[in-house]
């Protein structure tokens, strides 16, 4: 089957890093897909890894191991304004499954 | 702004009502997929439009359909609306058939069953 786990919520305080995980099982694996998502708007784009390693871009980081189902989203020198949620979904055969997403709470 | 485009913003409608979302693509994008976003859930992918051809179905219930015209805009059709119907409809496209490019995702469509 497709799963895909990433924790509810997690609280963090601006400048600091917090790192989001997420766990997937998926048939005919084409990559993971990293979208921020603020309440009540669309999800937008952040990161795609197809390869094992980590990927760098700006305060955003994303990892990938595909031997273990396991990825994670690293957000360095947090802002305010990276309160939103993060949502995992994976790349299939045809299809993108989403997890519900990761609640991220930015205190000052 | 994404270059996607979703009419209407927001809709209020009754139960047992018809309703028809209606979406536009980037400029480019051939691709155009639906998704079900409610109040607790994730994002629930619906069904996956191709150059005007269906490509790939979700958790699309019987009750929805949709279709992707030749210039290439999609309209999502939801009958005999139920209250957990509610939630919010976000339309995507990408360049792509193959599920390895990003999606843009239009603002979404808040549809209200009462």
């Known amino acids: 089957g497709q799963n895909i786990d990433q924790p509810t919520e997690m609280t963090a305080t601006e400048g600091a890093i917090v790192q989001i995980n997420c766990t997937y099982q998926t048939s005919g694996f084409n990559g993971l897909f990293w979208y921020q998502q603020h309440a009540g708007e669309a999800p937008t784009f952040l990161s795609y890894n197809v390869l094992d390693g980590l990927e760098e871009k700006g305060r955003f980081s994303s990892f990938l191991s595909r031997s273990k189902g396991y990825s994670y989203l690293l957000l360095k020198e947090l802002q305010m304004k990276d309160s939103a949620s993060y949502l995992c979904?994976?790349?299939?055969?045809?299809?993108?499954?989403f997890g519900t997403g990761t609640r991220l709470k930015v205190l000052a | 702004d994404s270059g996607v485009t979703q009419t209407p913003k927001h809709l209020i409608t009754a139960t047992g009502q018809r309703v028809t979302l209606r979406c536009s693509p980037r400029s480019g994008d051939l691709s155009v997929y639906w998704y079900q976003q409610s109040l607790d859930q994730g994002l629930q992918f619906l069904i996956q439009?191709?150059?005007?051809?269906?490509?790939a179905k979700g958790n699309i219930l019987e009750r929805f359909s949709a279709q992707q015209f030749p210039d290439l805009h999609s309209e999502l059709n939801l009958s005999s609306l139920e209250l957990g119907d509610s939630a919010l409809y976000f339309c995507a496209s990408s360049i792509s058939q193959e599920p390895t490019y990003e999606q843009y995702f239009g603002p979404g469509t808040r549809l209200t069953v009462t």
């Open positions: 439009y191709y150059n005007g051809e269906e490509r």
């Open positions: 979904a994976t790349s299939g055969t045809y299809k993108y499954i």
